[in-house]
Protein backbone atom coordinates (compact mmCIF):
# COMPACT_ATOMS: atom_id res chain seq x y z
CA UNK A 1 0.00 0.00 0.00
CA UNK A 2 1.25 3.75 -1.12
CA UNK A 3 1.00 4.84 2.28
CA UNK A 4 3.76 6.07 4.85
CA UNK A 5 3.83 6.94 8.74
CA UNK A 6 3.21 10.24 9.40
CA UNK A 7 6.73 11.92 10.87
CA UNK A 8 6.12 15.70 12.38
CA UNK A 9 8.14 18.37 10.55
CA UNK A 10 11.81 19.32 11.87
CA UNK A 11 11.52 22.89 13.06
CA UNK A 12 14.38 24.01 11.04
CA UNK A 13 12.36 22.35 8.19
CA UNK A 14 9.66 24.66 8.61
CA UNK A 15 12.12 27.61 8.87
CA UNK A 16 13.13 26.68 5.39
CA UNK A 17 10.14 26.37 3.90
CA UNK A 18 9.15 29.71 4.99
CA UNK A 19 12.07 31.55 3.94
CA UNK A 20 12.27 29.88 0.63
CA UNK A 21 8.48 31.21 -0.02
CA UNK A 22 9.53 34.67 1.04
CA UNK A 23 12.00 34.81 -1.37
CA UNK A 24 10.21 32.91 -4.34
CA UNK A 25 7.42 35.10 -3.73
CA UNK A 26 9.74 38.11 -4.04
CA UNK A 27 8.92 39.77 -0.78
CA UNK A 28 12.92 38.70 0.63
CA UNK A 29 14.58 40.77 -2.47
CA UNK A 30 18.28 39.81 -3.78
CA UNK A 31 21.05 41.59 -1.61
CA UNK A 32 18.61 42.08 1.36
CA UNK A 33 20.25 41.29 5.28
CA UNK A 34 17.98 39.05 7.82
CA UNK A 35 17.70 39.97 11.36
CA UNK A 36 20.06 39.12 13.75
CA UNK A 37 19.93 35.66 14.15
CA UNK A 38 18.72 36.39 17.96
CA UNK A 39 15.51 38.34 16.53
CA UNK A 40 14.94 36.13 13.71
CA UNK A 41 14.23 33.27 16.20
CA UNK A 42 12.08 35.25 18.29
CA UNK A 43 9.83 36.10 15.29
CA UNK A 44 9.62 32.70 13.85
CA UNK A 45 9.33 30.92 17.83
CA UNK A 46 12.23 28.21 16.89
CA UNK A 47 15.36 27.88 19.05
CA UNK A 48 18.97 29.39 17.80
CA UNK A 49 19.90 25.84 17.21
CA UNK A 50 17.29 25.18 14.67
CA UNK A 51 17.58 28.46 13.13
CA UNK A 52 21.32 28.11 12.77
CA UNK A 53 20.78 24.51 10.64
CA UNK A 54 17.97 26.08 8.49
CA UNK A 55 20.23 29.15 7.66
CA UNK A 56 23.23 26.61 6.79
CA UNK A 57 20.74 24.15 4.61
CA UNK A 58 19.93 27.60 2.57
CA UNK A 59 23.67 28.45 2.42
CA UNK A 60 24.36 25.22 1.22
CA UNK A 61 22.09 26.01 -1.56
CA UNK A 62 23.26 29.43 -2.57
CA UNK A 63 19.85 30.97 -1.50
CA UNK A 64 21.52 33.00 1.59
CA UNK A 65 25.01 34.20 1.92
CA UNK A 66 26.69 35.26 5.37
CA UNK A 67 29.13 37.66 5.26
CA UNK A 68 31.82 38.12 7.88
CA UNK A 69 30.71 40.76 10.81
CA UNK A 70 27.61 41.66 8.44
CA UNK A 71 24.81 39.01 8.97
CA UNK A 72 22.84 36.52 6.39
CA UNK A 73 21.90 38.40 3.08
CA UNK A 74 19.56 36.76 0.56
CA UNK A 75 22.20 35.59 -2.13
CA UNK A 76 21.83 37.47 -5.48
CA UNK A 77 20.28 34.53 -7.21
CA UNK A 78 19.29 37.26 -10.30
CA UNK A 79 22.72 37.44 -11.31
CA UNK A 80 23.17 33.75 -12.95
CA UNK A 81 20.51 35.28 -15.71
CA UNK A 82 22.98 35.71 -17.93
CA UNK A 83 26.73 35.39 -18.56
CA UNK A 84 29.04 38.42 -18.18
CA UNK A 85 29.40 37.66 -22.12
CA UNK A 86 25.76 37.34 -23.12
CA UNK A 87 25.62 40.86 -20.90
CA UNK A 88 28.63 42.75 -23.00
CA UNK A 89 27.14 41.69 -26.06
CA UNK A 90 23.89 42.64 -25.47
CA UNK A 91 25.16 46.37 -24.53
CA UNK A 92 26.91 46.68 -27.55
CA UNK A 93 24.03 45.39 -30.50
CA UNK A 94 20.92 48.01 -31.12
CA UNK A 95 19.06 44.91 -32.24
CA UNK A 96 19.54 43.33 -28.31
CA UNK A 97 18.37 46.52 -27.12
CA UNK A 98 15.04 46.57 -29.47
CA UNK A 99 14.57 43.03 -28.44
CA UNK A 100 14.24 43.97 -25.02
CA UNK A 101 11.58 46.34 -25.57
CA UNK A 102 9.67 43.89 -27.77
CA UNK A 103 9.90 41.39 -24.97
CA UNK A 104 8.92 43.63 -22.22
CA UNK A 105 5.87 44.74 -24.06
CA UNK A 106 4.70 41.34 -24.45
CA UNK A 107 5.17 40.65 -20.74
CA UNK A 108 4.37 43.54 -19.22
CA UNK A 109 1.04 43.83 -21.04
CA UNK A 110 0.02 40.45 -19.75
CA UNK A 111 1.17 41.70 -16.38
CA UNK A 112 -0.58 44.76 -16.01
CA UNK A 113 -3.81 42.40 -17.28
CA UNK A 114 -2.90 40.16 -14.56
CA UNK A 115 -2.68 42.82 -12.12
CA UNK A 116 -5.90 44.06 -12.62
CA UNK A 117 -7.44 41.17 -12.66
CA UNK A 118 -5.48 39.10 -9.24
CA UNK A 119 -4.16 41.83 -7.94
CA UNK A 120 -4.53 42.65 -4.26
CA UNK A 121 -6.77 46.09 -2.92
CA UNK A 122 -3.37 46.03 -1.19
CA UNK A 123 -0.99 44.95 -4.34
CA UNK A 124 -3.00 48.01 -6.24
CA UNK A 125 -2.32 50.76 -3.09
CA UNK A 126 1.88 49.73 -3.60
CA UNK A 127 1.25 50.49 -7.58
CA UNK A 128 -0.85 53.67 -6.84
CA UNK A 129 1.62 54.49 -3.97
CA UNK A 130 4.96 54.28 -5.97
CA UNK A 131 2.80 56.36 -8.80
CA UNK A 132 2.05 59.37 -6.66
CA UNK A 133 6.35 59.13 -5.60
CA UNK A 134 7.10 59.87 -9.42
CA UNK A 135 4.30 62.55 -10.05
CA UNK A 136 5.96 63.98 -6.85
CA UNK A 137 9.72 63.68 -8.69
CA UNK A 138 8.66 64.82 -11.37
CA UNK A 139 7.67 68.10 -10.13
CA UNK A 140 10.52 68.26 -8.55
CA UNK A 141 12.51 68.00 -11.79
CA UNK A 142 14.75 64.86 -10.83
CA UNK A 143 15.37 62.31 -13.23
CA UNK A 144 17.46 60.29 -11.51
CA UNK A 145 14.81 60.09 -8.93
CA UNK A 146 11.83 59.56 -11.44
CA UNK A 147 14.00 57.07 -13.75
CA UNK A 148 14.27 55.16 -10.57
CA UNK A 149 10.77 55.43 -9.36
CA UNK A 150 9.84 54.51 -12.96
CA UNK A 151 11.75 50.63 -12.54
CA UNK A 152 10.11 50.32 -9.29
CA UNK A 153 6.56 51.14 -10.81
CA UNK A 154 6.87 48.48 -13.68
CA UNK A 155 7.86 46.15 -10.75
CA UNK A 156 5.57 46.56 -8.60
CA UNK A 157 2.46 45.79 -11.26
CA UNK A 158 4.70 42.35 -12.02
CA UNK A 159 4.78 41.63 -8.21
CA UNK A 160 1.04 42.18 -8.26
CA UNK A 161 0.28 39.55 -11.28
CA UNK A 162 1.23 36.93 -8.63
CA UNK A 163 3.11 34.79 -11.15
CA UNK A 164 6.82 33.96 -9.95
CA UNK A 165 8.72 32.81 -13.21
CA UNK A 166 7.52 35.64 -14.84
CA UNK A 167 8.68 38.17 -11.33
CA UNK A 168 12.10 36.84 -11.47
CA UNK A 169 12.98 37.35 -14.98
CA UNK A 170 11.80 40.39 -14.98
CA UNK A 171 13.61 41.39 -11.68
CA UNK A 172 16.92 39.94 -13.89
CA UNK A 173 16.13 42.13 -16.88
CA UNK A 174 15.15 45.24 -14.95
CA UNK A 175 18.75 44.94 -13.05
CA UNK A 176 20.25 44.93 -16.43
CA UNK A 177 18.45 48.04 -17.44
CA UNK A 178 19.70 49.99 -13.93
CA UNK A 179 22.98 49.21 -14.94
CA UNK A 180 22.72 50.50 -18.59
CA UNK A 181 23.30 47.47 -20.41
CA UNK A 182 19.99 48.08 -22.73
CA UNK A 183 20.01 52.22 -22.55
CA UNK A 184 20.50 55.12 -20.24
CA UNK A 185 16.93 55.44 -18.86
CA UNK A 186 17.84 58.60 -17.46
CA UNK A 187 18.55 59.99 -20.55
CA UNK A 188 15.05 59.63 -21.74
CA UNK A 189 13.82 61.37 -18.45
CA UNK A 190 15.87 64.24 -18.75
CA UNK A 191 14.13 65.60 -21.77
CA UNK A 192 10.91 67.79 -20.41
CA UNK A 193 8.51 66.65 -23.13
CA UNK A 194 9.26 62.92 -22.80
CA UNK A 195 9.58 63.04 -19.31
CA UNK A 196 5.96 64.60 -19.81
CA UNK A 197 4.62 61.78 -22.18
CA UNK A 198 6.00 59.10 -19.93
CA UNK A 199 4.13 60.35 -17.08
CA UNK A 200 1.04 60.56 -18.74
CA UNK A 201 1.89 56.97 -20.15
CA UNK A 202 2.23 55.45 -16.39
CA UNK A 203 -0.79 57.17 -15.38
CA UNK A 204 -2.79 55.60 -17.65
CA UNK A 205 -1.95 52.40 -16.75
CA UNK A 206 -2.36 52.97 -13.06
CA UNK A 207 -5.66 54.27 -13.84
CA UNK A 208 -6.66 50.94 -15.83
CA UNK A 209 -5.39 48.83 -13.00
CA UNK A 210 -6.92 50.79 -9.99
CA UNK A 211 -10.36 50.52 -12.56
CA UNK A 212 -9.79 46.25 -12.79
CA UNK A 213 -9.79 46.64 -16.17
CA UNK A 214 -7.36 43.86 -17.66
CA UNK A 215 -7.57 45.43 -21.29
CA UNK A 216 -7.19 48.69 -20.91
CA UNK A 217 -4.30 48.14 -18.42
CA UNK A 218 -2.51 45.68 -21.49
CA UNK A 219 -2.90 48.40 -23.87
CA UNK A 220 -1.68 51.34 -21.90
CA UNK A 221 1.05 48.99 -20.58
CA UNK A 222 1.99 47.87 -24.37
CA UNK A 223 1.55 51.67 -25.21
CA UNK A 224 4.04 52.67 -23.12
CA UNK A 225 6.56 50.32 -24.44
CA UNK A 226 5.35 51.71 -28.59
CA UNK A 227 6.72 55.09 -26.99
CA UNK A 228 10.00 53.90 -25.45
CA UNK A 229 10.84 52.02 -28.70
CA UNK A 230 10.02 55.29 -30.60
CA UNK A 231 11.78 57.50 -28.80
CA UNK A 232 15.22 55.72 -28.42
CA UNK A 233 14.70 54.79 -32.14
CA UNK A 234 14.60 58.77 -32.71
CA UNK A 235 17.49 59.38 -30.35
CA UNK A 236 19.92 56.90 -31.76
CA UNK A 237 18.71 58.67 -35.34
CA UNK A 238 19.41 62.42 -33.46
CA UNK A 239 22.64 61.01 -32.17
CA UNK A 240 24.11 59.24 -35.86
CA UNK A 241 23.35 63.28 -37.31
CA UNK A 242 25.00 64.93 -34.86
CA UNK A 243 28.22 62.33 -35.50
CA UNK A 244 27.78 63.76 -39.25
CA UNK A 245 27.48 67.22 -38.63
CA UNK A 246 30.35 67.38 -36.30
CA UNK A 247 32.35 65.89 -38.96
CA UNK A 248 31.50 68.59 -41.65
CA UNK A 249 31.79 71.17 -38.82
CA UNK A 250 35.33 69.91 -38.20
CA UNK A 251 36.00 69.66 -42.19
CA UNK A 252 34.83 72.84 -42.72
CA UNK A 253 37.40 74.64 -39.91
CA UNK A 254 39.77 71.99 -41.58
CA UNK A 255 39.33 73.77 -45.01
CA UNK A 256 41.39 77.20 -46.59
Known amino acids: MPFEKIRQE????????????LILRGILRPG????????????????RPSL???LSDLQDRGLLVSRASAGVFVADV?????????VKL?????????DYISF?????GMAAARAARLGSDTDLKVIDTIFQKMEAAHKK?????????????????????HNVIMLHMMRSMFQLLREGV????????????TRDSLLDQHRAINIAIQARDPEAARAAAEAHMNFVEQALSDQKTADRNEALAQKRYQHELDRP
Open 10 to 21: KLSQGVVRQIEA
Open 32 to 47: ERLPSERDLADKMGVS
Open 52 to 54: REA
Open 78 to 86: LGSAFSDAL
Open 90 to 98: FSSHDEAVF
Open 104 to 108: RRDLE
Open 141 to 161: RNPSEEAALDADFHLAIIEAS
Open 182 to 193: FYNRQVMFKQRM
